[in-house]
């Protein structure tokens, strides 16, 4: 078994997770300046990735470009990582590989101090990679409480490139938030969600 194979119903199981659905929970956050590099990249990526339509794309031409921004405006003290392996507790199954993670920690070399899963929706069901991603969200949390990082909130996201699921984990309660966030039509909304789970660590 590895995170792949988490549903929403097993990782909640598993793991003693109380779970809470609410709609809008980040959408009071502030919104992030952006670029003007990174909209003229998103006014060029986005019709790209659609057209080609592939997971592969997506992450590429989207996703990947979303993260380096984010990194941008915290002056690259963050490291994000691309399809790392991920062993934490092979019996738990806590282990394979996470689509993308974003550390608290300027070291690109290995990670250090986990604080957002990112899971890319197969098929485009942004549902069905919930428990993939609270599963290494779980993972994040037991890496950091190993490694003596205080960190008491671990964060996650489902997307599709195009669409944004935001998820919160806190001791053995996990949020999700019922709306999905289009960083087409919302660029400065969803930097402004991903940087807030960064500065939270920095006070």
């Known amino acids: 078994m ?25 959408s009071k956050i502030k919104k992030s300046e952006i670029s003007d590099y990174f909209m003229i990249t998103l006014e060029e990526n986005i019709p790209l990735a659609v057209s080609i339509n592939t997971e592969k794309a997506k992450s590429e031409l989207i996703i990947s470009n979303v993260l380096i921004e984010v990194r941008k405006i915290f002056d690259r003290k963050i490291s994000f990582f691309s399809g790392i ?14 689509d993308f993670m974003i550390s608290l920690s300027s070291e690109q070399l290995f990670v250090k101090s986990p604080i957002i899963i990112l899971v890319e929706a197969k098929n485009e069901n942004m549902m069905g990679g919930l428990g993939q991603c609270i599963a290494e ?21 489902v997307t599709t490139g195009l669409f944004w699921k935001f998820i919160k984990l806190t001791n053995n309660i996990v949020e999700i938030d019922l709306k999905d966030y289009s960083i087409e039509d919302n660029p400065e909304r969803v930097i402004g969600i991903l940087s807030s789970m960064m500065k939270e660590k920095e006070n």
């Open 2 to 26: 590895s995170y792949s194979d988490f549903n929403l119903k097993q990782v909640q199981k598993d793991f003693n997770l109380e779970i809470i659905e609410k709609l809008g929970i980040f």
């Open 85 to 98: 392996e991920f062993n934490i507790d092979k019996e738990k199954g806590l282990n394979g590989y996470c």
């Open 137 to 157: 969200m779980v993972a994040a949390r037991m890496f950091n409480e190993k490694e003596g990082n205080n960190i008491p909130s671990i964060y996650g996201t």
